[in-house]
């Protein structure tokens, strides 16, 4: 099964986002991908993004709910 991965700039999260708690914030998008639209993914994180992997066809629902929480 192919993969997908989306990048967020660290520097770019906004409320009610913070960013000097990136393990909390990975938590809530991981969760947020599991309840709202059952998308398993694995979220990983280094000084200036985070990535999020999907499997190649979820990439679309998961950028929808992305946009939805304000992170894209």
Do not use: F
């Amino acid at each position: 099964m192919e993969t997908s991965t989306i990048r967020i700039a660290i520097r770019s999260l906004n409320e009610p986002w913070d960013a000097s708690r990136i393990p909390v914030v990975l938590d809530e998008i991981g969760a947020a991908l599991r309840e709202e639209a059952d998308i398993p993914a694995r979220l990983t994180a280094d000084s200036m993004t985070i990535a999020i992997d999907v499997t190649t066809d979820r990439l679309p629902a998961a950028a929808t709910l992305l946009r939805e929480l304000g992170l894209i």
